[in-house]
């Protein structure tokens, strides 16, 4: 009677209703102001997978890193800084060699910092100096838990660097005067356009140069205007397979064939419409008149690599704490 009985339920089993298994569903894990472009990349890698599901999380790259520590059951983190990758890898959720697992450094395209200023430009703001201004509110959000934000503090610091020849004491003192102009330290990237779109503060949100376009785009180009600095810093877009949560629930497969997808030409055209720039050759052409010229530096020349930069900057009681302070 009991094997009957185990039998019959074997039997009932097989004639419920099959709910997609873990390996065709994927959380990715990205960063505050991606939603957009991943809608975009998930509808289209969705159709080309039929049956597949792709759920996102946004947030400060930061937070989003330890939130995955702490339990976030993300397949795939797509961020936009490599400190927080790595810190995946401290933690055994990512392995060592992530960086050569996707080309271009597992960044499938880049963005940079770069200005976003109301319509006219009413306080003429070209450069980086013009952000320390007295007359200036700068909008962009807090370093100590967004990527975006660090990028801004990066890219400022490399611009003072050139400007004072080094001089570290003139080089804080500049930053620092940045950091007092703006009014208010959001968490993330979305808050800070909110802060400057919604709420209408701020004379110039610095965010990544996508981020200007999407803005611009979504809100009115009549109402704001882009300006491109002389000099910024390079903003990767790291990628990488969340490994200890991938091989538990068995979608390492289809977790490489997501963030492939990514570099692929459709994939490729997609970031360039949500105003990232690429690297596959054809698309950038195709896209090249909509992407003025710009030098950008990157971490390594500017600053020793991230290593240096996390150690001397973004450390507890680094050069970043001394100038955040108390704000």
């Known amino acids: 009677m009991k094997r009957l009985l185990l039998v019959s339920a074997a039997l009932a089993a097989l004639s419920l209703p099959v709910s997609a298994s873990a390996a065709d569903k994927l959380l990715n894990a990205s960063y505050d102001i991606a939603r957009e472009i991943f809608a975009a990349q998930n509808e289209a890698f969705i159709k080309a997978n039929p049956g597949v599901t792709i759920d996102q999380s946004h947030g400060g790259t930061s937070r ?12 795939v ?3 936009n800084q490599v400190t927080d990758i790595d810190f995946l890898v401290k933690n055994g959720f990512v392995s060592e060699d992530w960086k050569s697992e996707f080309p271009n450094s597992a960044s499938p395209f880049y963005s940079f910092p770069s200005f976003l200023v109301r319509a006219g430009n009413p306080k003429n703001i070209k450069d980086w100096d013009d952000l320390a201004r007295d007359d200036v509110q700068v909008i962009f959000p807090n370093p100590k838990t967004s990527g975006n934000a660090r990028y801004t503090y990066l890219a400022a610091t490399a ?21 007092d102009n703006v009014p208010v330290f959001d968490t993330g990237g979305r808050a800070a356009t909110t802060t400057f779109v919604e709420r209408e503060t701020g004379d110039v949100i610095i965010t990544f140069e996508a981020e200007t376009k999407s803005i611009a785009k979504q809100y009115g180009e009549d109402k704001f205007q882009q300006v491109v600095p002389s000099v910024s810093l390079l903003a990767e877009f790291p990628v990488a397979i969340v490994d200890k949560v991938a091989d538990a629930k068995g979608s390492q497969e289809l977790s490489k064939k997501y963030l492939d997808f990514l570099y692929s030409p459709e994939g490729q055209k997609i970031a360039a419409d949500f105003g990232h720039r690429v690297h596959d050759e ?13 030098r ?10 991230w290593d240096k930069v996390s150690a001397e900057h973004f450390a507890e009681g680094g050069i ?5 302070g108390s704000r």
């Open 64 to 75: 989003q890193a330890r939130a995955i520590v702490e339990g976030l059951e993300a397949d």
């Open 77 to 79: 983190v797509t961020f």
């Open 159 to 179: 611009y003072a660097k050139e400007k004072f020849a080094g001089d570290e004491a003139k080089v804080t003192e500049f930053v620092d005067k940045i950091f």
């Open 282 to 294: 054809a698309v950038a052409a195709e896209y090249k008149d909509q992407f003025p010229e710009i």
């Open 296 to 305: 950008l530096v990157t971490v390594e020349d500017a600053f020793g690599g």
């Open 320 to 324: 970043l704490d001394g100038i955040y």
